[in-house]
Structures are given as C-alpha cells and as structure tokens.
T-cell receptor, first 116, second 114 residues
Framework: AQSVTQLDSQVPVFEEAPVELRCNYSSSVSVYLFWYVQYPNQGLQLLLKYLSGSTLVESINGFEAEFNKSQTSFHLRKPSVHISDTAEYFC??????????????FGAGTRLAVHP | NAGVTQTPKFQVLKTGQSMTLQCAQDMNHNSMYWYRQDPGMGLRLIYY???????DKGEVPNGYNVSRLNKREFSLRLESAAPSQTSVYFCASSGGLYSNQPQHFGDGTRLSIL
C-alpha cells in the first residue's frame, strides 16, 4: 500500500529566507507525485507535479521539488519566501495500481508560516 | 471559469439530521471525488465516481451516500448526521481515472454537527 509522510507539521520561517518542506513516500511501484497548496478558507490548488522525465520540477511562483527515487522523497523548496506563501502544503502520491486508477494518497500537511 | 463549485459553504446540523452537499464542475471532466479534511490527517477519500453512472467507495465511506446525477454533478448525502462527521468536505474532479491527471478542487463545505 502507498503512504505519504510529511515530516514537519509546522514550519515557521522569516520572509526572504529559504525553506524546505519534506515529503517521503512508500510504494513498491512507480508513482506520480504532487504538491498541492491550500490558502486559508480555500480548496487545494495544484502547485507542481512529477510524472516522468526530469526529476526537478518547478512551479510558476518560484517553488521547486526534486524527485529522488532512491530516497523515496519529493521535498519542496523555495530559495526566498514571501508573506503570501503562508499556507498549508500537501504532498500526494498516486499511481501504481493496475489500470492506473487515480487514487490520490495525501500526507497530513505542513503549515508554512512566513513572518516579517 | 468556475471550475468546481460546492454548495453550501457552511452548515450547522443537529445530530440525526440529514443533508446533501452539492458539487458541480464545468470542465467536462469524467471523474469526480468527495474527500473529508480533518486536522492532522490530510484528505481522506469518501467516495468517487469514475464516470457518469458509476460510483465506488473510498477509504471512509461509512455514514455517507453519493449520487452522480449527470456528468457535471456529484452529490454527497449524510442520512443521519453524527458529531464524528464534523469536518471540511471537498469535491474534486479530474479528466479521468488516470494516475497522471491532477485533481481540481472546490473551496469546500464546512460542516458542524452538534
């Protein structure tokens, strides 16, 4: 069975500092990996995804994540955060089941708090 | 574009009352999903619909029923609400039941059962 572990429930950081949100997954087969962001009182929005090809994927607002198959990780990073990045971030995994059923398994979430 | 629309946004119920949460998508997606979000637990799948006319149980289906009314609409019903069903409910849709297709989420329904 697949599972996702987000290693930090909360990450406080000062504005313009770098940040890393950690995500590890377990699966015996190939997977697809996603990061979603949830702003207060909103639904989840897709931030970035790894499907195949380059192991480094980027979002339009400066986040990036690297797929590391040997360490079964998909950590999210940003070199300089803004106040507007304050949100909850969810790592999710899918794939591997026969027929490729799109069942997303979510981590528990990491709350990023950016302080001035 | 509206994307995925959920109604209502907030609701308070008494134990034992029934209620239907509505969800509609305008992206011509085949597959739709219902999740619940509880603190520290991420999102858990309640039911999903691969395509119009089909529904299947997810991880936590007990106490819920669903109806895929047409391609656009997928409703979630609580027949006899219990305090344990206090949660934020999210509807999502995707192009199809393929693992590489991202899901698109509504803004959620915040439900309190007293």
């Amino acid at each position: 069975a697949q599972s996702v572990t987000q290693l930090d429930s909360q990450v406080p950081v000062f504005e313009e500092a770098p940040v890393e949100l950690r995500c590890n997954y377990s699966s015996s087969v190939s997977v697809y990996l996603f990061w979603y962001v949830q702003y207060p009182n909103q639904g989840l929005q897709l931030l970035l995804k790894y499907l195949s090809g380059s192991t480094l994927v980027e979002s339009i607002n400066g986040f990036e994540a690297e797929f590391n198959k040997s360490q079964t990780s998909f950590h999210l990073r940003k070199p300089s955060v803004h106040i507007s990045d304050t949100a909850e971030y969810f790592c999710a995994v899918s794939g591997g089941a026969a027929g490729g059923y799109n069942k997303l398994i979510f981590g528990a979430g990491t709350r990023l708090a950016v302080h001035p | 574009n509206a994307g995925v629309t959920q109604t209502p946004k907030f609701q308070v119920l008494k134990t034992g009352q029934s209620m239907t949460l509505q969800c509609a998508q305008d992206m011509n997606h085949n597959s739709m999903y219902w999740y619940r979000q509880d603190p520290g637990m991420g999102l858990r799948l309640i039911y999903y619909s691969a395509s119009e006319g089909t529904t299947d149980k997810g991880e936590v289906p007990n106490g819920y029923n669903v109806s895929r009314l047409n391609k656009r609409e997928f409703s979630l019903r609580l027949e006899s609400a219990a305090p344990s069903q206090t949660s934020v409910y999210f509807c999502a849709s995707s192009g199809g039941l393929y693992s590489n297709q991202p899901q698109h989420f509504g803004d959620g329904t915040r439900l309190s059962i007293l």
